[in-house]
């Protein structure tokens, strides 16, 4: 990547929530780039027209709900976790976009922040691109069984397929489902904006075990207020946030996410504070 490409954006619909530029203008000052990071509202159908639009002076872009499946297809190369799951958030644009997956990465960092670095039974609730990144990084934290609850029976059909490779059993449940089997963790995998019964969130919530929530800045969704009322733990979003952008600035600086940064724990450190500052 030539010296030119200074330019990064996130994308996604909606997308004015986002705190990635603040995360990435805090790491490209602590490494002395002078690299500029924006955010644009782009719709999954007009997602392949920006795409071509973009000139030479674009280095990449991280990509967010509902986008992730566009990207994966727009990618001419993936890396393996972007292929397993079928979803790129970060892309590395030009002529042969190249896509990775940095969501697996930024869930298991972020679980690592609160204790939880095994589990044997997860529970991931939504069925959609984060789902796929979920239930990978529920198999790389050593999950052999997994319910997804989903609203659409063949939605699962996919996750199903991904734990066969992984050796993970794959259940589906419908919303609504009062009987579960025990958990050690439940990853909501469903946009903030998801509307879920009082009832379906609560019977989701009787388990006990702490709450994943990926959705961070919109409110409190349905499944964050079920867990309150049972006066389980849950986690937000946020270092979900911050782990997977220390993999994308990786990869926009090197171009690969297992290249550590230059003085990387001054970077994350900056990263960090730019988000708890907020």
């Known amino acids: 990547m030539t010296a030119r490409r200074t330019r990064l954006e996130v994308w996604g619909d909606p997308i004015s929530h986002s705190r990635s530029p603040q995360l990435h203008a805090a790491a490209y000052r602590a490494l002395g780039l002078d690299w500029s990071y924006g955010r644009r509202r782009v719709a999954a159908e007009s997602f392949a027209a920006e795409l071509a639009s973009l000139d030479e002076s674009f280095r990449g872009l991280s990509v967010t709900y509902p986008l992730k499946e566009a990207a994966f297809t727009a990618s001419v190369t993936r890396d393996s976790r972007a292929q397993l799951t079928g979803a790129v958030n970060t892309l590395v644009t030009g002529a042969e976009p190249a896509g990775f997956n940095t969501d697996v990465g930024g869930i298991v960092g972020a679980l690592a922040e609160c204790g939880i670095t095994e589990l044997t039974a997860a529970r991931i609730v939504g069925a959609g691109a984060t789902a796929t990144s979920a239930l990978v990084a529920a198999a790389e934290l050593g999950a052999r069984h997994v319910d997804v609850v989903a609203r659409r029976s063949e939605a699962v059909e996919p996750l199903r ?59 409190t969704t349905a499944l964050q207020a079920a867990w309150m009322r049972a006066g389980h733990a849950i986690h937000t979003g946020e270092w979900m946030l911050l782990h997977q952008a220390v993999l994308q600035v990786r990869i926009f600086v090197a171009g690969d996410p297992a290249i550590p940064l230059r003085d990387e724990s001054a970077v994350v450190g900056a990263m960090r504070a730019s988000l708890v500052g907020d």
Request: without cysteine.
């Open 161 to 219: 397929a991904i734990g066969e490779t992984l050796s993970v059993a794959v259940r589906g449940l419908p919303f609504g489902t009062r009987s579960l089997a025990p958990a050690d963790l439940t990853i909501a995998a469903l946009p903030g904006h998801a509307v879920l019964a009082a009832a379906d969130a609560d019977a989701l919530a009787s388990g006990g075990e702490p709450l994943f929530d990926v959705v961070y800045g919109q409110g």
